[in-house]
């Protein structure tokens, strides 16, 4: 199995330009997340689904646009990149809701806005 | 958000038992305690998790306090593999499906 694939792995975009992170699961789970990840710090939930057609905001969700329309994929949009979006960000998925359910992370897409 | 406070940093020596604490003072009844870890240039990997009583898995042993207000994950031979970040997080009814990573413990093994 892939699990959790994330592309691209490193992207750099300039201040104003758009693009798509894209995720995609082979292990049919029905919950998707999107992370991002700051320097030095813990990771913050952007956005996640419980299901294709279903999706709702984490923590940090300005700036960003999600779609679920079917249960592998799960891409983040940047609409406007800013500096302030510079990251990593990691894609997640879960079989179960997080209280009994295991998440399973990707490798991660390094971003940097100049 | 249901809130944790870790250590910033331990060191433990390779081959020796690491113990990792926890504290989770303002855990409700239906939190589950979770701990992930994350390897350099990695995501993070699920470790272990557990509700009341304590855990253990081919990775760790998750001990929980009686009154769950900490909890300790417990390493049984350090390897230098086990170098990493570990998280405490503790999920919540109230906060939905989502979890708060807070900045972790960062372990280093010693050889």
């Known amino acids: 199995n892939a699990g959790v694939t994330q592309t691209p792995k490193f992207r750099i975009l300039k201040i104003g330009q758009s693009m798509t992170l894209q995720c995609a699961q082979d292990?049919?789970?029905?919950?998707m997340y999107w992370y991002r990840q700051d320097p030095g710090m813990g990771l913050k939930l952007i956005y996640y689904?419980?299901?294709?057609?279903?999706?709702d905001k984490g923590e940090v969700p300005n700036g960003y646009n999600v779609s679920r329309s079917t249960t592998e994929d799960f891409p983040l949009r940047l609409e406007l990149a800013a500096p302030s979006q510079t990251s990593v960000y990691f894609c997640?998925?879960?079989?179960?809701?997080?209280?009994?359910?295991?998440?399973?992370f990707g490798e991660g897409s390094r971003l940097t806005v100049l | 958000d249901a809130k944790t406070t870790q250590p910033n940093s331990m060191e433990s020596n390779e081959e020796e038992p690491v113990h990792l604490p926890c504290n989770h003072s303002?855990?409700?009844?239906?939190?589950?305690i979770h701990w992930y870890r994350q390897l350099p240039s990695q995501g993070p990997e699920y470790v272990i998790h557990?509700?009341?009583s304590n855990v253990n898995n081919r990775m760790a042993s998750l001990a929980i306090a009686e009154d769950r207000k900490s909890s300790t994950l417990i390493l049984h031979r350090a390897t230098l593999r086990d170098a990493a970040v570990y998280y405490c997080?503790?999920?919540?009814?109230?906060?939905?499906?989502?979890?708060?990573f807070g900045t972790g413990t960062s372990l280093t093994v010693i050889p």
């Open positions: 557990g509700l009341t």
């Open positions: 303002t855990i409700s009844g239906t939190d589950y």
């Open positions: 997080i503790l999920s919540s009814f109230s906060s939905g499906n989502q979890f708060y």
């Open positions: 292990m049919n789970h029905n919950y």
């Open positions: 997640a998925s879960s079989y179960a809701w997080t209280n009994t359910g295991e998440l399973f």
């Open positions: 689904s419980v299901g294709a057609g279903i999706t």
